[in-house]
Each structure stands twice: as C-alpha cells, then as structure tokens.
T-cell receptor, first 115, second 110 residues
Framework: ETGVTQTPRHLVMGMTNKKSLKCEQH?????MYWYKQSAKKPLELMFV???????ENNSVPSRFSPECPNSSHLFLHLHTLQPEDSALYLC??????????????FGEGSWLTVV | ELKVEQNPLFLSMQEGKNYTIYCNYS?????LYWYRQDPGKSLESLFV?????AVKQEGRLMASLDTKARLSTLHITAAVHDLSATYFC??????????FGAGTRLTVKP
C-alpha cells in the first residue's frame, strides 16, 4: 500500500468510448500528477496539479482531460483514444510540486488497452 | 532540455555478484532520485540525493551523486534474487519536475 490508490487497475476501451481513470491519495499531499509509461518511451509526465490548480500540461493531446476536484482526488478523462495510447498510466502525489527533495509517491497504475 | 540516460538497459547477473547501474544527465540539477519498479507494480522510492558527493545506502544498494560529472550510480553488492526489478533514475529539471531515465531491467539469477 503506497498511499496512492488508482482505479481501475485494468481497462479495455474502444476508440469511440469515454472512460475515466481515478486516483486518490491518503498522504495529505497537495500536489498530484499523471504519468504515462509505455514500452517504447521513458516515463512521461502528462499533468501536474498543485493545490488543485493545473500547473503543468506537457503537450498532451486533448483526448486526455484531467480533473482535480480537491487535493486528494485526481481524474483522467479519456475520449476517442487511439491504439497508441495503450500504456500504464501512473498517478502520483507529493507534498508540493515545486521544491527540491520532495519525493513523489506513485500509485500502482492503471493498465489501459485501446482496441 | 534535460536528458537522462541510464545504462545498461538490461542487466542479468548471478547471485552474490556486484554491479553498478549508471545514470547520466545533460544539464545542471540539484536533485536525483532512484526508484524501483516490480512487474505490474508501482514505483517505489529508494533514494533521494541532493548534493554533490551524496552517498546513501540501504541494504545491498548504494547510490551516489557527482553533480560535476552529472552522474549518479546505483551499486549492487552481493546481489540476491529479490533485487530483480526495473530501476529508474529521475532528475529534477529547472521547472522542479522530474525527468526519468529509460530504466534498467535487472534480473538476478541463482
């Protein structure tokens, strides 16, 4: 148990579907992140939220839409995805998004397959 | 743009042997992290290194940082099977975000 919980752990969706990934952190942190991990690329930062405000959006396609309703919850809404979006999506949290030495704690990830 | 390179990407070693994983990065940074990931599992934080010459040890793993050379090493002493996993280094960039290396997949064989 890492203190960061992701659901679902596995998701298969068609290209026309709309689905959402959910993340909840129980660590009292005020920053949350979405990362993408695929077989062909290093771990990629997608979005950063600090105090519920989006502070980073690394050129992610609009078919990925994040939502952070409070400091403990983070969603990734998925719409009209492509097969190349199939990957492990990792949620993470830290005490603050900007500061040296702040360890980022990861959830166990949501395995997404787009068919 | 900060680039992080790990090598080797794949490492197969026998139990009891020693080996080192290297992490090079391209621009100045004041912090470096090592993570471990087991198959199908999350990334687990191992070490945070914040200063030149920093050395941290936990069990059979020891990490060091040379900020002048822009190099960190993860040294494995007397490897055991339980250390089989993928190890990632991550480097903080100027925006205080982290850039990850590609990972080193370690397999320890009896």
């Amino acid at each position: 148990e890492t203190g960061v919980t992701q659901t679902p752990r596995h998701l298969v969706m068609g290209m026309t579907n709309k689905k959402s990934l959910k993340c909840e952190q129980h660590l009292g942190h005020n920053a949350m992140y979405w990362y993408k991990q695929s077989a062909k690329k290093p771990l990629e930062l997608m979005f950063v939220y600090s105090l519920e405000e989006r502070v980073e959006n690394n050129s992610v396609p609009s078919r990925f839409s994040p939502e952070c309703p409070n400091s403990s919850h983070l969603f990734l809404h998925l719409h009209t995805l492509q097969p190349e979006d199939s990957a492990l999506y990792l949620c993470a949290s830290s005490q603050e998004s900007r500061g040296p030495g702040n360890t980022i704690y990861f959830g166990e990830g949501s395995w997404l397959t787009v068919v | 743009e900060l680039k992080v390179e790990q090598n080797p990407l794949f490492l197969s070693m026998q139990e009891g042997k020693n080996y080192t994983i290297y992490c090079n990065y391209s621009t100045t940074s004041d912090r470096l992290y090592w993570y471990r990931q087991d198959p199908g599992k999350s990334l687990e934080s191992l070490f945070v290194l914040l200063s030149n010459g920093a050395v941290k040890q936990e069990g059979r793993l020891m990490a060091s940082l040379d900020t002048k050379a822009r190099l960190s090493t993860l040294h494995i002493t007397a490897a055991v099977h339980d250390l089989s996993a993928t190890y990632f280094c991550a480097v903080g960039d100027n925006n205080n975000d982290m850039r990850f290396g590609a990972g080193t997949r370690l397999t320890v064989k009896p």
